[in-house]
Structures are given as structure tokens and as C-alpha cells.
């Protein structure tokens, strides 16, 4: 099935959403006001498999299964509470959290940004 706005499971992922999708200065700022405010421990605690880890300093946690890559190793999907950016050791790929929920669950960069933003 092909799923707008998400890229081909197996592809390398390394973009930011808000710098590919938005042309104008003033929208790149709401939007990054909109990731500023998200709380991203709400917004992958359904992700995030084993908690009892806690984030690390700079806030990364080990997540669930990743979104990009096909036989990604288990344990190689980070998430970061802080920042939402989210990365894979496995297959390399790295984003942001809007780009991350546009993957996993086939978004849109509109409704993407609306996800998050209820994550608020
Ligand atoms: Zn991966």
C-alpha cells in the first residue's frame, strides 16, 4: 500500500520534516515552536520499550521497533525525550519526530504536525 508522505520501508531516512516541507520562514518558526513545546516523553511513551532504562544524559532512550529500516536489530532504535529526534544504529537513518510519526503511522506532514502538537 502506498502511504503518502512516508518513505519506502528499507530506505535510509535522514531528513528533518520542517526544513523539507515548509517554504516560508514564518511557518518553519511555528513549527519548530511546535516541536519546542511537544513533550516528548507523552508522545513516544508508546514506543518506548523498556522505560526502566530512563533516559541517558542527553536524553535518548532505546524504542521500540524502527519505522525505517526492514531487519532493523532490535535494541538499535533510539527515540530522545528531549529534542524528539529519533535515530537508527542499524539502518542509519535519523529524523526528527514529525518524520518519525509520518513513518510509522503514514501521515501527512499537516496531520503529522497536528499529532504532535496534541502531544503539547
Ligand atoms: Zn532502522
Known amino acids: 500500500m502506498e502511504q503518502k508522505g512516508s518513505a519506502p520501508k528499507g530506505a535510509q531516512v535522514k531528513i528533518l520534516a520542517n526544513q523539507l516541507y515548509s517554504k516560508s520562514q514564518r511557518?518553519?518558526?511555528q513549527i519548530d515552536r511546535i516541536k519546542s513545546d511537544a513533550d516528548y516523553v507523552r508522545f513516544y511513551r508508546p514506543e518506548i520499550?523498556?522505560?526502566?532504562?530512563?533516559?541517558d544524559v542527553e536524553g535518548w532512550v532505546v524504542g521500540g521497533e524502527c519505522p525505517f529500516g526492514i531487519d532493523c536489530h532490535v535494541g538499535q532504535f533510539q527515540?530522545?525525550?528531549k529534542t524528539g529526534?529519533?535515530?537508527?544504529?542499524?539502518?542509519?537513518s535519523e529524523t526528527d519526530a514529525l518524520g518519525y510519526v509520518m513513518q510509522r503511522r503514514g501521515?501527512?506532514?499537516?496531520q503529522a504536525l497536528k499529532y504532535l502538537k496534541s502531544a503539547g
Open 49 to 55: 520499550r523498556d522505560n526502566r532504562l530512563g533516559p
Open 107 to 110: 501521515l501527512g506532514f499537516p
Open 27 to 29: 511557518r518553519r518558526e
Open 85 to 92: 529526534r529519533c535515530r537508527c544504529k542499524s539502518c542509519e
Open 79 to 81: 527515540v530522545n525525550l
